[in-house]
């Protein structure tokens, strides 16, 4: 089974960017879906962008849309997310996950119970 970390977390002003990194244990295209979830104290854990290893495809949460980039270097066994205008409410743990299953229904592809794997997390904090 794959192992996670990220790395990448800090703080931020609003309106600045930054990207964060998932490192994998093995070749992130033998695993069919990675995703980025994030969670706020006393939130449920939020889905924000996950990909489909094997094609590129990227799906984004409504909150995040045009803001936030997910991407991939299967040479490096990494994924990325690239956060851009960021607000005080983007401010949560931000979580990699990856997902075993080959295909997953287009409800699932940002629910956390779709996802069988997850790192331990990095703070992202916004605030002035």
């Known amino acids: 089974q794959v192992s996670l970390e990220e790395s990448g977390g800090g703080s931020v002003q609003p309106g600045g960017s930054v990207r964060l990194s998932c490192a994998a244990s093995?070749?992130?295209?033998?695993?069919?879906?990675m995703a980025w979830f994030r969670q706020a104290p006393g939130k449920e854990r939020e889905g924000v962008a996950s990909?489909?290893?094997?094609?590129?495809?990227?799906y984004y949460a409504d909150s995040v849309m045009g803001r936030v980039t997910i991407s991939q270097d299967n040479a490096r066994n990494a994924v990325y997310l690239q956060m851009n205008s960021l607000k005080p409410e983007d401010t949560a743990m931000y979580y990699c996950?990856?997902?075993?299953?080959?295909?997953?229904?287009?409800?699932?592809?940002?629910?956390?119970?779709?996802?069988?794997?997850w790192g331990q997390g990095t703070q992202v904090t916004v605030s002035s």
């Open positions: 996950a990856a997902a075993s299953r080959p295909t997953m229904a287009y409800g699932s592809v940002l629910q956390a119970s779709a996802y069988n794997t």
């Open positions: 093995q070749r992130t295209a033998s695993t069919p879906w």
């Open positions: 990909i489909v290893t094997s094609t590129g495809v990227t």
